[in-house]
């Protein structure tokens, strides 16, 4: 397989790289593109050295010509970040001056991170159809995922949506129970960034309550949702929720602290220059902070099923909800547990959504469905329109002066901001 990687050149690559030394012996060429050709040549060059390290008889590849990069690949990785860390800090830093929480992927900055990444992907997305090989499959890890997978699945692009989170879960709860992880199946359900784990099936037994009943302190502090919540709710949320459930805490909490993003701009200084040792062979364990773990093995895993490889892998997509959840429309896109085949993907069976969750799906939902018409059309109103749509803003005044931020400060990135 020739596999092309839509924004090779960032300091993450290497993540994923490794898992096709270690894990990917389908890959015969690994393509690495990206616009940055010296950071690109750094990252490239490790990678390359990593394949060496493990033995792996395919070739690492990269170029900043996305069309020949892309051109006869089997499949497509894209992981873009339009803007860059500069324009992830304004995302986690202008809706805070509206007592909302600032964050890359939910409420205003993430709304302002889908307005100038849905045009950059679709024109990355039509490139690729048109230079790939018939029937190449677009795996997304780009974020908002879900937003994202959206709008290459209502063009018309053969393409999935891919998270960490609920592989995350997986190794966790695999290493709280003593067991191997592919031996713990999820109920994992919800959209990009709004899951709950559902259940922790192991030989056919759920084994989630037992590990609620032994170790609610542990899980509740690594998600940052108080225990009463998880008791209430029987189930492990992803650390994304905390913003819903304690909204007004994080917001007071990240006024006071750093953004993430002055964080990971930090450590990529660090690990490019760490990249460039040429006795470097290896992930560095700094890596590790970087974001997105287990990133690696679910890139693997999910392409190695789309291409046979794994006629009985279960992994965790964003897809279509095609009458999943009866509470949305069957074009919204769903995140959930689900074997995944050469043909497409089958969601795990779950039982009925309690009203809480469904809800909060249901409201995000919409949100996400009117984020998209105004990164494809654009307008102040669409900006405005979803931002009152989704529930962590949900109120006139705030959802006008959000908008008003949102447009100052995406003016580089939105040519109708202009």
């Given amino acids: ?17 490794d898992g096709f030394a270690r894990l990917g012996s389908m890959v015969s060429e690994l393509v690495l593109i990206d616009p940055a ?60 001056s509206c007592g909302c929480v600032g964050q890359e992927t939910t409420g205003a900055g993430g709304l302002a991170k889908a307005l100038r990444t ?21 795996v997304d890890f780009t974020n908002p995922v879900g937003i994202v997978t959206r709008a290459l699945l209502d063009a018309g692009h053969r393409a999935v949506g891919l998270c ?29 960034h709004l899951t709950w784990e559902r259940a922790a099936h192991v030989d056919g037994v759920d084994r989630l309550p037992q590990l609620l009943a032994q170790r609610l302190p542990e899980l509740a502090a690594e998600v940052e949702i108080d225990e009463e919540v998880l008791r209430t709710l029987n189930n492990v949320p992803s650390y994304y929720l905390s913003y819903y ?19 990971v701009a930090e450590i990529e200084a660090t690990l490019l220059a760490m990249y460039r040792d040429p006795a470097l062979v290896e992930k560095p364990a700094l ?3 970087r974001g997105g773990a287990y990133y690696s093995e679910a890139a693997v895993g999910l392409l190695a099923a789309l291409h046979g490889h794994d006629p009985d892998g279960v992994h965790s997509v964003n897809v279509r909800n095609d009458g999943f959840f009866p509470f949305l429309p069957d074009r919204a896109v769903i995140e959930v547990s689900a074997r995944v085949g050469p043909d497409g993907f089958t969601p795990l069976p779950t039982g009925a959504v309690p009203p809480g969750m469904a809800g909060l799906i249901s ?25 009152l749509a989704h529930p962590l803003v949900a109120q006139h005044e705030i959802a006008d002066a959000l908008t008003d931020k949102l447009i100052a400060a995406g003016r580089r990135h939105l040519a109708w901001a202009r």
């Fill in 1 to 17: 397989m020739r596999i092309a990687v839509v924004g090779g050149g960032s300091t993450y690559t290497p993540e994923l790289v």
């Fill in 164 to 192: 960490n989170v609920a592989i995350g879960f997986q190794r966790r709860f695999a290493g709280l129970l003593g067991v191997p992880p592919e031996k713990v199946l999820l109920d994992h359900v919800g959209l990009n």
């Fill in 287 to 289: 890596l590790g902070e």
């Fill in 363 to 387: 409201h995000v939902s919409g949100y996400e469905d009117l984020a998209l018409q105004a990164a494809l059309r654009g307008g102040r109103h669409r900006v405005y329109r979803s931002l």
């Fill in 118 to 138: 849905v045009p950059v992907v679709l024109d990355v997305a039509e490139r690729i159809r048109r230079r790939a090989r018939p029937g190449a499959w677009i």
């Fill in 245 to 263: 459930y304690h909204h007004d805490r994080v917001v007071r909490a990240s006024r006071d602290a750093p953004t993430r993003g002055e964080r």
């Fill in 37 to 96: 050709a010296d950071r690109l040549e750094v990252v490239g060059e490790f990678a390359r050295r990593i394949f060496r390290e493990h033995g792996h008889p395919g070739r690492v590849v990269w170029t900043s010509d996305l069309d020949a990069g892309v051109t006869d690949a089997d499949a497509a990785v894209i992981q873009l970040r339009v803007g860059g860390q500069a324009a992830r800090i304004s995302d986690e830093t202008f809706p805070l």
